[in-house]
């Protein structure tokens, strides 16, 4: 079983395509508030499989949870 870390805005975009993989796990840390996502975001967000979080402060994960974290466009949002 893999399990994959998405961190950045287009989490949902991004998981939508890993979440067709067989024996794949993923999540996603979006840097900022969804406003106006499509049905399948929100779907991901109810599900608690993207969450909302401040990039500022620590991800809501143990170390080591993940055999793969993806970081794109992130740096922005950090201090």
């Known amino acids: 079983m893999h399990k994959v870390l998405h ?3 287009d989490s949902c975009f991004v998981l939508s395509s890993l ?3 067989e024996d794949t796990e993923v999540w996603g840390i979006q840097p900022y508030e969804l406003d106006d996502v499509g049905a ?3 779907s991901l967000v ?3 499989i993207v969450h909302v979080a401040d990039l500022k402060f620590s991800l809501p994960h143990c170390a080591k949870s993940f055999s793969l974290v ?3 466009d992130a ?3 950090l201090s």
């Open 70 to 72: 993806i970081v794109s």
């Open 19 to 21: 979440l067709e993989e």
């Open 46 to 48: 109810c599900k608690g």
């Open 7 to 9: 961190v950045g805005p």
């Open 40 to 42: 399948k975001c929100k």
């Open 75 to 77: 740096l922005d949002y």
